[in-house]
């Protein structure tokens, strides 16, 4: 049974409550996000990941800076973006930030690249949403060639061209850590494998097996390719307290103020609380106490043979205090568990 398995957590920097319910200033909110990091670090967690977002229910908006400040705070913990929006960026900077980044941490750096759920970075940087897959396909196209760390020579057609251009800072050793971040689409499945990138799975609905496929389908092309396999990684949310009901009763208000903020601006209907019970039983909401959360971890670590599971510990205006004590008993107790059923 494989047991090299890591455990990371993500963060979108969601703006939570202080203890009267008012909202915190990001700036705290992000103060606190490097507090979370270190408690992190401090109990032996793999990976912190920080998303991208360009809103207000959101605090981070450049992933890089909190991270080289969490750099500064901790010893072993890997720290990287999740995702970065390559789409609405300049592939350039996005290495040229994360190899500082590596650098600032001693190696410690890493990247997942995707297009993001969230759109408000492409008129806010002033991209065409009508190019929404010509952007994201030329752009890793070309952080592909600056992975190799050689000059570049590349063209394409959203840019000029590139001709025995260096890029710096190098990675000091071996070459960054880079990821592709899928949400279910089977070109993008591919393309991971055809650049030959390490895939991360964000699984937020539904029962975690329905990416049993994407999986297979990873391998087959790696296998048509003429390459050994690289890692799957599984991101999705969660929340952990001493037991079950404590951890719904929680959990539930402030998930639902976030599920339904978003699913206003999509069209989806108000979540339910027989909806919400049906994720933490049979989907892809990881909510209880400790022994539930592990068991699911196992269970989904097992059937998609990934290689790191990252839970996504902030949900809306969860309180800090809250998100504190999930992660220690994340770190404490969940982890280490898990591996201990990998292992039997």
């Given at each position: 049974?494989?047991?090299?398995?890591?455990?990371?957590?993500?963060?979108?920097?969601?703006?939570?409550?202080?203890?009267?319910?008012?909202p915190l200033p990001h700036a705290q909110v992000i103060r606190n996000v490097v507090d979370e990091a270190v408690l992190a670090d401090q109990l032996g967690i793999d990976f912190i990941g920080l998303?991208?977002?360009?809103?207000?229910?959101?605090a981070i908006s450049s992933p890089e800076t909190v991270l080289a400040a969490?750099?500064?705070?901790?010893?072993r913990i890997h720290l990287g973006s999740a995702v970065t929006v390559l789409s609405s960026d300049d592939p350039i900077r996005v290495f040229q930030r994360f190899a500082t980044?590596?650098?600032?941490?001693?190696?410690?750096a890493e990247v997942i690249l995707g297009r993001g759920s969230f759109t408000e970075s492409f008129p806010l940087f002033g991209f065409d949403l009508r190019q929404y897959e010509e952007l994201f396909e030329?752009?890793?196209?070309?952080?592909?060639?600056?992975?190799?760390?050689?000059?570049?020579?590349w063209q394409?057609?959203?840019?000029?061209?590139?001709?025995?251009?260096?890029v710096y800072p190098p990675v000091?050793?071996?070459?960054?850590?880079?990821w592709i971040g899928v949400g279910g689409s089977p070109q993008s499945v591919v393309r991971a494998a055809h650049y030959d990138l390490p895939l991360m799975l964000a699984i937020i609905g539904g029962d975690p097996s329905r990416f049993a496929p994407y999986v297979d389908l990873y391998h087959r092309a790696f296998r048509e390719f003429g390459r050994p396999s690289k890692p799957i990684g599984v991101h999705s949310p969660g929340y952990v307290a001493e037991t079950d009901?404590?951890?719904?009763?929680e959990l539930w208000p402030d998930y639902k103020a976030m599920r339904d903020r978003i699913g206003k601006e999509r069209g989806w209907p108000p979540m339910g609380r027989d909806e919400f019970v049906t994720e933490a039983e049979h989907g892809s909401l990881y909510v209880g106490a400790p022994e539930t959360v592990a068991l699911k971890i196992a269970s989904t670590v097992k059937t998609l043979g990934a290689a790191r599971f990252q839970l996504k510990y902030s949900a809306g205006p969860l309180p800090h205090e809250k998100l504190m004590k999930s992660i220690e008993l994340y770190g404490s107790k969940v982890v280490p568990m898990v591996r201990d059923m990998l292992a039997a």
């Open positions: 049974m494989t047991t090299s398995v890591e455990f990371g957590l993500d963060t979108f920097g969601d703006v939570t409550n202080n203890a009267a319910g008012t998303g991208e977002h360009h809103r207000s229910d959101f969490i750099a500064s705070r901790t010893r980044l590596d650098a600032l941490s001693n190696g410690r030329e752009k890793l196209d070309l952080f592909a060639e600056l992975l190799k760390q050689q000059p570049v020579t394409g057609k959203l840019r000029p061209p590139l001709k025995s251009q260096s000091e050793n071996g070459t960054l850590k880079t009901a404590e951890a719904r009763e």
